[in-house]
């Protein structure tokens, strides 16, 4: 019988926590007074989301004539934004479905936090989608395929922003179905902490009667397992869908089959460095460095070294294919995206995407979290421009050169765009002070107690 | 009504003491409470129920009366009975003509308001092009800037106190002048007569060096026909005859016609000129010069042709010959040389061309003697140009006149100048005096449509009618006459000249020829019935006039206007000798450090007249597709020189005008040429109060003529002003795509289908395609017809309600216009080649744009129209993004009531009202007419019969005056577009894309050598 030699894992909680610690420490921002720090924080997404809401409605009064948009160039910061909104809510569900799947123990640090940021950025991303429109009264409810008397008028099933709006709101729906029922057994923790009357109330209503039953617990793995299993293809196909309103459509530099994973890949990496920029921030701010550590941090790192090595394939296939294809206008767009007019942009994303997060090769930089911030936040811009890129520089040069222009954001597609941030960050900020930030009951699931470290010794 | 009240009022009792206090207050009390009947409140009013149905019944009536129509008619009689002439919702058409190009009209009335104009085009001159100006005269009559009433002293008066005030001024003893533009219409004249008054004519765009070379020549000034469709060959200097000269609309008909590829042979135009024009670009070669050479350079031709012909002429010197030629002018020598030898080839089937306003200098009259000399030389003179028969009764004015004026009114000889027409204050270069000398008048009357700098200072300014508000007649041309027949009563309270010519007779104490405008033109009509001896019964000849429009006295004096035979003049070689004499002594126009510059009217603008009309304002250059402004055109190399670029605003002085513009760069000039448009800056309406600069102070008036041509011109750019210019096309190359094919003449004739490159060979479907089984749509647009003159697009623009933008929205990009005339530079920046390439929604078989849109907002209809459904647009612009024509434009704003929501009156009257007025959020294009495919199939319908290609035309279609565009049902084999379909020629934008456009385009021949074709690549 030959020896099992077990290696050492390192441990996913550090700082020698028991089951108290962990409750005490997670639920210490929400059952405290805010701090100052976080305050001030609030004022400025709030100050931000409300100049971005008010832009909003002088938009409504006055029409989408205040943005940049000409002709060529119909799109513009609205659906940039939009794309990377819903790219940065990729991360959620792949952190929590997919790792999930995987048993890769490590998410449970991040995974709730992920999940809010995803729902967070799917709100920010929905915002735009009907603004963008010429008559938003409208668009927002004749999208939607219902019966209705005008005919037999229904909507166009061949159009791919009619895919995007199925595709959307199932993601936003099952993400948020999913981090709820992820909060379930938490919010029954907070309910059991709680001492003022009304807040165990609230909790309570929330925790749905949770009672730590094994059956309630066996029930919860179950729809948790299946919610996973559902979640995990639409990481796949919303981006990929989103992808298809350029695919689908004939202007050169839209046009192409490497789209859907490309686009998917691309969520992927600037998720990713949304969560990081996240984690940095509130591991520091609640202090939460002992469940958040510098191992969860690594990991994440490592993936966006690697989706970015995978955009930046992408990339490069994208110019081999505009090559070997032999089709001129295709040529022109890839051209000109790196040499035209708007090379300043493509230069920006190239260096962001695929230069910058080369650093994480090292293994000492890609623990270091101050580097972290900074490289995640130079990934978030690169993907930003990624998306101008795309959008911009495909449609201000199509075929005919006789209708080419620049397109220029004015002050108001910058304020929208400022009140997008805004609003996320005023979401995730409620979160951090009402919601456990980290999964307590699967943090403490994951944590080796002294009797298995001991176990594992002997 | 008054009586009835009294006496069917009922007593009123009052209830309390409350109620006879404040009878209001317990009224409104009592009203809350119980609601009455209809009946009883009309009874409370004085009024029964039988009266009040009368009542209402009247004001239905009056208030549709009052609402939506203005009949013109001799007596307004009220519209209780449904005029005969007018069903609400069918379209009337009335022949008129335009007083000013005297060109025939038809004008489209609706429910009594005319909303389209357009050429007659069974005029004889001109046919149905009437250009950009005519197609938006129609925007001019519904402006709501136009003088609303007459005014005395600056204060608005009505006509009775302004005709009893203005009778001091035209008094018996007074002396009277009348300063006009060309006046052709017979009755005017015959009233002016009875003022015993002297008459002086002007024309901005004045052609007096043509008259005068005309006289110098042939001994009477006259302003010949010129028939470029008898010219095999046309070497043009300087005359820009497709841009502004004359009858551009006219003239492009006519030189169309010699490129048509059916008839034997296909003629050449070769193009000297100093500044970019519609001309140039349409000419197989196309040579920069100075304006300076003009004279050596027809010269140089001069001694070449008498030289080719063995004609030797005395006093050519060695001065003139090809080489000494070219060196001065920098031309090629070949080009001299075959230009010449172009024309002897072609003896009376040619022609030497010379005198645009634009590149007009003092030795114009030199120039013009010249080139007659060498058209009478090579038989050209008869056949090529009629000096004798129809001869034009356009552009009689000249500055000359003016000088006469000036030394009356200076003389103190004139006490009461009555004006009408032009705005000499803004016209008139100041070195003639014209300011200073009018405060020698005692009285000035100005009679005209805008409040422009002369009605300012003007004690008497009489609001003139719009044309189509007018009775009036028009003679542009020996013996073609044409009635201006009123389409609606004026909008203002506003009087015709004619009319307040006639009622001003009476008050001059003279008995007026007829009592009104309508008796007078009738009178004319018999007049011109007598004069032809035209046989038959006068209202016959009256109603037969109204209704084609004009009447043609050639024919009953046994001749044909278009191909008889005309008599050539002979040539007094005594011009020749003075234009080598005006040649030895040229002033030099070029210096070290200084530029020329060019002040020449744009096509869009002209001289400016119609300056506060938006949409004229808004239509791009056929050139620079500049909008909204004048700006100086600078060449590639003087840009760089001065680190300029678009935008950057300079300053130009010489020693006598000084202005500040924004820089253009235009390919195609020399360096030391700089070129802006005139007609900016004037006064008088919002629109043209706000917009560009007045270039008017550089024109001067040397020898009698006005100069268009400044020297000694410095440019000092305004340090850190800078602007973006509306411009509506920002690239100019077409970087190697195969969007537009030509070809050249030769290689046609070798395969007609040369210059197309197929880059599909056949389309693979998984589906069936769309059936067709009625009318299927389609257009066919013929390149090599089509000059850029862009009238399709101002006809585009009024036919479907087209929102004007404003200046700053086209800078921004979003410029509304359903058709556009792409224009790209090939070649050398210096001198590139030009194609115009005119684009509309191509309504694709398997569009692009109607699979993306989520709401199914566009869709196909089953006969091939791309439709677009405004009420369900939610404005995704999704479909704009995937159109590969880029067509669809999208409603930024609302763009339609930019005035606190709502559209100023009149402009609403403007309005087609078969076309939707599009609001904000919704997408919009080209929609092939389709309100005039449901007309003629509604006529189809009735009739029982299948429409054809004469029951219908778009309105650009009806507006281009060489019918380069056919539109018609390509299931119907006989028709237009099916036939061009059969066209080898004929080839479709993009195919490779796959997406089977019912818009095809026939390549562009020139006729230039093969080489000469194919020598360039593609230059930004």
Not at chain 1, 157 to 164: A, E, G, I, Q, Y
Not at chain 1, 331 to 338: D, H, P, S, V
Not at chain 1, 434 to 440: G, H, K
Not at chain 2, 16 to 29: G, I, Q, R
């Amino acid at each position: 019988m030959s020896e099992v030699v077990q290696l050492e894992r390192e441990d996913l909680v550090t700082g020698r926590k028991s089951y108290a610690d962990i409750s005490n420490d997670i639920c210490r921002p929400l059952e405290s007074f805010p701090t100052q720090k976080w305050l001030l924080c609030f004022t400025i997404a709030v100050t931000c989301m409300s100049f971005g809401f008010a832009v909003i409605g002088y938009l409504f009064w006055e029409g989408i004539g205040i943005w940049g948009l000409q002709n060529p160039n119909g799109w513009g910061l609205a659906i940039i934004n939009f794309v990377f909104w819903i790219g940065i809510g990729h991360a959620g569900t792949l952190i929590s479905a997919v790792l999930y799947l995987f048993r890769q123990d490590w998410r449970t640090g991040i995974n709730r936090a992920a999940e809010a940021m995803t729902i967070f950025a799917v709100i920010c991303a929905l915002v735009f989608p009907i603004i963008h429109t010429g008559r938003p009264w409208l668009a927002v409810y004749w999208l939607l395929p219902y019966p209705n008397n005008m005919g037999p008028l229904w909507v166009n099933f061949r159009s791919p922003l009619l895919w995007d709006v199925f595709a959307v709101s199932t993601y936003f729906t099952v993400s948020a179905v999913f981090w709820y029922l992820g909060l379930i057994p938490d919010l029954a923790t907070v309910r059991d902490r709680a001492i003022n009357p009304l807040r165990k109330r609230i909790y309570g209503l929330m925790a749905m009667g949770w009672r730590g039953a094994a059956r309630h617990w066996n029930d919860y793995e179950k729809a948790y397992g299946i919610l996973a299993g559902l979640s995990a293809p639409l990481v796949l196909s919303v981006h990929t869908i989103v992808s298809f309103d350029f695919a689908v459509s004939l202007i050169p530099g839209w046009h192409t089959t490497i789209f859907p994973p490309y686009f998917v890949i691309g969520a992927i990496f600037s998720g990713f460095a949304m969560v990081v920029t996240l984690m940095v921030i509130s591991r520091e701010v609640f202090n939460m460095k002992d469940y958040i550590t510098v191992n969860h941090m690594e990991a994440m790192c490592k993936i966006i070294m690697c989706t970015g090595m995978l955009v930046g394939l992408a990339y490069a296939t994208e110019f081999f294919i505009a090559w070997y294809s032999g089709n001129p206008f295709e040529q022109y767009a890839f051209i000109n995206r790196a040499f035209g007019p708007y090379a300043w942009s493509y230069w920006t994303m190239i260096i962001c995407n695929s230069v910058i997060p080369q650093v994480f090769w090292i293994r000492k930089y890609r623990r270091n979290i101050a580097l972290m911030f900074i490289v995640s936040v130079f990934v978030n811009i690169g993907m930003w421009f990624e998306r101008f890129v795309i959008v911009v520089t495909s449609l201000h040069r199509d075929f005919l050169p006789a209708s080419w222009a620049y397109y220029t954001p004015t002050w108001a597609d910058w304020a929208i765009t400022l009140g997008s941030f805004g609003l996320f960050f005023t979401l995730f900020l409620l979160f951090c002070r009402l919601l456990p930030i980290v999964a307590i009951s699967e943090v403490k699931n994951v944590m080796k107690t002294s009797v298995m470290k001991t176990g594992a010794h002997q | 009504m008054q009586e009835q009240k009294q006496n069917t009022a009922p007593k009123k009792y009052w209830l309390s003491l409350n109620e006879y206090k404040t009878p209001a207050l317990s009224n409104a009390h009592t009203k809350g409470e119980f609601l009455e009947l209809p009946e009883k409140m009309a009874d409370e009013l004085g009024v029964n129920r039988r009266n009040f149905l009368k009542l209402m019944g009247a004001t239905t009536v009056l208030g549709s009366l009052a609402g939506c129509t203005r009949r013109p008619v001799q007596k307004i009689v009220p519209y209780v009975n449904k005029p005969e002439e007018i069903t609400p919702g069918v379209p009337n058409y009335y022949s008129s003509a335009d007083p000013i190009t005297g060109q025939g009209l038809i004008v489209t009335t609706r429910e009594g308001r005319p909303i389209k104009v357009d050429g007659n085009p069974e005029f004889p001159e001109g046919g149905k092009g009437i250009g950009l100006t005519g197609q938006a005269t129609i925007l001019d009559l519904y402006d709501p800037d136009r003088l609303r009433m007459p005014k005395f002293k600056g204060e608005n008066v009505p006509w009775e106190i302004f005709d009893r005030e203005i009778k001091g001024a035209l008094d018996e003893g007074q002396e009277i002048a009348f300063l006009t533009r060309t006046t052709h219409s017979p009755s005017i004249k015959r009233v002016m007569e009875r003022f015993r008054a002297s008459h002086y004519q002007f024309d901005p765009l004045g052609m007096e060096h043509m008259h005068r070379g005309q006289q110098e020549s042939y001994g009477r000034a006259v302003l010949p026909r010129y028939r470029f469709d008898r010219a095999k060959v046309i070497i043009s200097i300087d005359a820009d005859f497709l841009d502004t000269m004359i009858t551009p609309e006219e003239f492009s008909r006519q030189f169309i016609s010699t490129r048509s590829l059916d008839g034997d042979g296909y003629s050449k135009l070769f193009m000297f000129e100093s500044a970019m024009t519609l001309t140039g670009m349409n000419a197989d070669k196309r040579v920069s010069i100075h304006p300076e050479d003009h004279l050596h350079l027809a010269l140089a031709i001069a001694k070449e042709v008498s030289r080719l012909i063995d004609r030797n002429i005395d006093g050519l010197g060695e001065s003139f010959s090809i080489a000494n030629v070219a060196k001065r002018s920098e031309v090629e020598e070949d080009l001299i040389k075959e230009a010449a030898q172009q024309l002897v080839r072609n003896p009376g089937q040619s022609l030497l061309m010379a005198g645009g306003v634009g590149a007009k200098t003092e030795y114009a009259v030199a120039v013009q003697n010249v080139v007659n000399f060498v058209n009478s030389a090579l038989g050209n003179e008869g056949t090529v140009i009629d000096g004798k028969e129809m001869t034009s009764n356009l552009y009689q004015g000249s500055v000359e006149q003016v000088e006469r004026l000036v030394t009356a009114m200076n003389a103190g000889s004139i006490d009461t100048l009555v004006v009408h027409g032009v705005d000499p204050l803004y016209d008139l270069p100041s070195s003639l005096g014209f300011e200073e000398a009018l405060r020698k008048v005692k009285n000035l009357v100005f009679v005209g449509t805008y409040f422009n700098k002369t009605a300012r200072k003007a004690q008497y300014v009489a609001a003139e009618s719009h044309a189509l508000e007018s009775w009036g007649d028009v003679n542009p041309s020996n013996y073609l006459y044409a009635i201006v027949q009123p389409t609606i009563s004026p909008v203002w309270n506003t009087r015709s000249f004619l009319d307040s010519l006639i009622v001003w007779t009476g008050i001059a104490g003279n008995s007026p020829p007829e009592e009104n405008s309508y008796e007078m033109v009738r009178n004319t009509w018999r007049r011109v019935k007598d004069e032809a001896s035209a046989p038959g019964d006068f209202e016959d000849f009256w109603v037969k006039g109204l209704h084609e429009g004009f009447f043609d006295g050639a024919k009953n004096q046994n001749k044909d206007r278009n191909s008889g035979l005309i008599k050539a003049r002979n040539f007094s070689s005594g011009a020749l000798k003075r234009a080598v004499s005006t040649a030895g002594s040229l002033r030099p126009y070029r210096a070290e450090g200084t530029y020329t510059l060019l002040v020449k009217p744009s096509i869009a603008l002209r001289d400016g007249t119609q300056s506060n009309n938006a949409h004229l304002q808004e239509i791009p250059d056929p050139v620079t597709k500049m909008t909204w402004e004048n700006t100086v055109s600078l060449s590639p190399k003087t840009a760089e020189a001065l680190n300029v670029k678009d935008g950057d605003f300079v300053n130009l002085k010489n020693s006598n005008a000084a202005i500040e513009l924004p820089v253009y760069v235009q390919p195609g000039l020399r360096s030391d040429i700089i070129v802006t448009n005139m007609g900016y800056g004037r006064v008088g309406g919002r629109i043209t109060d706000e917009i560009g600069g007045s270039a008017q102070s550089f024109l001067n008036t040397i020898d009698r003529i006005v100069t268009h041509v400044a020297s000694g011109v410095k440019i000092t750019p305004v340090v850190g002003k800078s602007r973006a210019l509306a411009n509506t096309q920002e690239h100019h190359a077409t970087e190697g795509r195969d969007v537009s094919f030509e070809t050249s003449y030769e290689e046609y004739l070798n395969a007609p289908e040369s210059g197309i490159v197929h880059h599909l060979k056949e389309i693979t479907n998984l589906w069936n395609g769309h059936e067709y089984k009625g009318y299927r749509w389609g257009m066919v647009i013929d390149l090599n017809k089509c000059t850029g003159c862009t009238s399709c697009v101002m006809a585009c623009n009024v036919e479907n309600n087209i929102p004007v933008v404003g200046r700053d929205e086209v800078v921004r990009g979003r410029e509304m216009h359903w058709i556009r005339i792409d224009r790209y530079y090939r070649g050398d920046a210096e001198n590139p080649e030009v194609i115009n390439h005119p684009m509309v929604c191509q309504h694709c078989e398997d569009a692009p744009c109607e699979t993306v849109c989520p709401v199914l907002a566009t869709v196909h209809n089953d006969e091939g129209l791309n439709q677009m459904v405004y009420n369900r647009c939610v404005g995704t612009r999704y479909c704009a993004n995937n159109c590969p024509y880029k067509v669809r434009r999208f409603n930024f704003y609302e763009y339609n009531q930019p005035m606190n929501g709502k559209m100023e009156y009149p402009i609403p009257l403007s309005k087609n009202p078969e076309v939707t007025i599009r609001s904000r959020g919704v997408m919009e294009k080209c929609s092939f007419c389709t309100q005039r495919i449901e007309y003629a199939k509604n006529i189809g319908k009735r009739e029982g019969r299948r429409i054809g290609d004469n029951d219908l035309q778009t309105a650009c279609q009806a507006a281009c005056p060489t019918d380069a565009i056919m539109f018609g049902d390509m299931n119907n084999g006989s028709s237009m577009v099916a036939q061009q379909g059969k066209n080898p020629r004929s080839f479709v934008v993009l195919e490779e894309l796959g997406i089977k456009p019912s818009v095809s385009y026939l390549t562009k021949i020139w006729n230039r050598t093969p080489s000469e074709e194919h020598g360039d690549s593609s230059h930004h």
